[in-house]
């Protein structure tokens, strides 16, 4: 079979989406239209509280047979049409390994919250300002410290630690490389040229030589293994430099200009604009964006759909196990806004955009007997979307651009009560994106456009063909008027408990909880 780029006039593309629950593949043709979909789940550890881990070797599995799922609903000649392979990855996770791929211990996850200390010490204005990323539990940096200081071997003997991206790679093509705009979310690489940074790898406790090399997102990683190529039935393709999944989601919304923000409800809410120019500031986080030599500026709170879920399976209805519930919707929908006098601080994982504090705890602030699980509820979501809205309101000022849209995405797309909830405290429209496996989409356009298919080599060309869209949810500018108020007590909430999370931080050190979770 022919190595390399497949000339064909209608090519076909697989995308990857390795996240942190599951791998999803997807092949999509040249008008966005998903032709098949495959996903395995990889199962989520946690041997400590605040702990997240995973087992590297299901990256890997997960990623196989999500793809040979995928595929095998294709016939013979639409696997002849599949030109290329796109990937993007769940950002800030890594693990190390030796140089034949065999892990060396778990992989530590994005959501991972133990570097508390290590980010207290080394965090400064100064690596912000080099990476683009604000002092944060969530950068793969601060773990790497955190391993360095309490289990050294297992840095020590890695031959390679690497992001989720670069292990698919190396079992894809046999090669350990990396997309620029993946591994930056480890915030080991000065952002500015895109190449690792080694005062930043010194405090990660690491080497140059134990990272990937690295390509620019679009470039190509190397070619299919002839081994795999032929166990799933099509060319040995080349695979192409995708970008983290924050990013990913952007290109498959099309939001590639300045006054439309793309908005992902998934398990952590994530939302950015593009630009041309580096810029950083303490708001927002600064990535490389999937359209090479242009930036992300993103904002992000990682108790998104995981602290919704974190209710539901703690006080719902156990038969559910954490799945949405519409009863409870039905409830907290008949609340009125702010249910009274009831204001939530979404902080169950640390708060990042626009404070990142890792010592911020999560907090329910104006309890009466009156209030149920449905005000709770109903409190929770509103908490996670008055933040959001504050912040995108703040990056407007910021970029000196008025937002015209906001595209939406993510399973908290699929509650009505959070979307419309969302819509109200913004104050702007936002419209759907018709595919649900929108990360995995943005890697497929990326894949795409490396093709030529359209002409060029653009991504913002691949994205304006494969994009696509549903509905829209218009704001009721009455009860924005009633957010922007409760949004205005819950800024001031951050600041009232500062130093009692403080003092809660050194109690919990003092005397941790012996048990991973209550029963």
Known sequence: MKVGFMAVDNPLVIAIDSSTTATKAIVVDTEGKVLALGKQDITLLSPSQGFGEHDPRQWWTSTRDAIAAALSQLNPTEKERVAALGITHQRETFAPFTADGTPLRNGILWLDIRATEQVQRYGTPEIHALSGRPADVTPGLYKMAWLKEHEPDSLRKADKVTTVSAYLTFCLTGRWTD????????????????????????????????????????????????????????????????????????????????DIAFLNMGTAVVAGVPSTEYRYEKLFRTEAAGVAGTYILELVQNSGAYLSTWYRRAFGKPELEGAPD??????????????????????????????????????????????????????????????????LRKLEVSTGVPLREVRGMGGGMRSPLWRQIMTD???????????????????????????????????????????????????????????????????????????????????????????????
Do not use: K
């Open 326 to 391: 519409p009863e409870l919707e039905a409830v907290a929908a008949a609340r009125a806004p702010g249910s009274g006098g009831l204001i939530t601080m979404p902080y169950w994982g640390a708060v990042q955009s626009p404070h990142w504090d890792p010592l911020a705890r999560g907090a329910v602030v104006g309890w009466r007997g009156t209030h149920g699980r449905g005000s709770m509820y109903r409190s929770i979501l509103e908490g996670i979307c008055l933040e959001m809205a504050r912040s």
């Open 179 to 258: 997309s620029a705009a993946c591994v930056d979310s480890l915030s080991l690489s000065n952002i500015r040229t895109l190449d690792y940074d080694d005062g930043l790898l010194e405090i990660a406790g690491v080497t140059r030589a134990q990272m990937p090399d690295l390509v620019q997102a679009g470039e190509v990683l190397g070619t299919l293994l002839p081994g795999i190529a032929e166990e799933w039935g099509i060319g040995e393709i080349p695979v192409i430099a995708g970008c983290g999944d924050g990013q990913a989601a952007g290109v498959g919304a099309a939001a590639v200009t300045p």
């Open 425 to 519: 405290a913004i104050g702007l429209p936002i419209t759907a994106c018709r595919e649900e496996e929108i990360s995995a989409l943005g890697a497929a356009m990326i894949a795409m456009a490396s093709t030529g298919v359209y002409g060029d080599n653009r991504v913002a060309t691949a994205a304006e063909h494969m994009a696509g869209f549903t509905d829209v949810t218009e704001p009721d500018m009455q009860m924005h008027e009633i957010y922007q108020e409760l949004s205005g007590i819950q800024e001031g909430l951050y600041e009232s408990l500062r130093e009692t999370n403080a003092r809660l931080h050194d109690f919990a050190n003092r005397y941790p909880d012996a048990e991973l979770a209550d029963e």
